[in-house]
């Protein structure tokens, strides 16, 4: 009898086992069923708002170019042979000496002198031996004679052996033009006014005693007329000039042109 009574309650536990695994897998199934169309009515019936998608101004782009490529080489150098170096001279400004040009001395450097004709000076007379003063002796006034008017015009030193008075004349400004040429000291201001061309008016008297006296100068720098002043001054003695037979004072103009060139 026992035997019987195992056996009988192992089958009602079986049946409770298949009994219970039925219901829950139907009511997981309704469960999920539900659930799932829920989900589905929601979607459908929700209203979902899309954020606006941003868009590219192409407008407002910035293009940067790209710079210009150029080709090159690279070429083996070859060595290059150093020649000697020659300082080159400097060369110094061309500085016209004085010339005298119808009693106009023009100042070149290294130039050859050009002479040209001179009106002719009228002396009617030979000139007499500087004169010399005496005691008791009655002196006459000073009077002041030009050059071009004067009836015999100064003598310069190495001029008296000439003849006539048209070759004293020419003697005397050829004399007076190559004493500038020697005493102008034109490399003083070959610097300073280089490039420039300075006419220098200068005015002398030679006394009745053949001296240089009250020598006047008209320049536009005044370092130029204190040395025309100089040369000037430095004349030699010279035989005076004579006019009605008594020795007069004569004034002489000298227009001097200093041409510097670059």
Known sequence: ?????????????EDKKRINIRWNSGLFFQVGLIVSLLLVFLVMESDWELSPVATYDTSRERIIEE?????????????????????????KPK?????ILDNVIEAKNDAPTKETDVAPLEMKNDVDPIPTSKEGEEKLPEVNKNILT?????????CESLSTNEER?????EKIRNFINKSFR????????????????????????GQIVDVITRAPHEDL???????????????PGKHNNHWVNVMYSVPIILNIEN
């Not at 500085?95 to 010339?99: D, Q």
């Open 1 to 13: 009898m026992k035997p019987s009574v195992k056996n009988s309650q192992v089958s009602k536990r």
């Open 67 to 91: 710079p210009p490529m150029i080709e090159f080489r690279v070429e083996e150098t070859k060595p290059v042979e150093k020649k000697p170096t020659v300082t080159p001279k400097q060369e």
């Open 95 to 99: 500085v016209e000496k004085p010339k």
């Open 150 to 158: 004067v009836e015999n015009a100064p003598i310069f030193p190495g």
């Open 169 to 173: 004349r020419d003697c005397l400004n």
């Open 186 to 209: 034109t490399e003083k201001f070959s610097e300073k006014y280089s490039g420039e061309r300075n006419r220098i008016d200068v005015m002398f008297t030679v006394n009745s005693e």
């Open 225 to 239: 007329g204190e040395e025309a002043k100089r040369v000037v001054s430095k004349l030699p003695r010279m035989t």
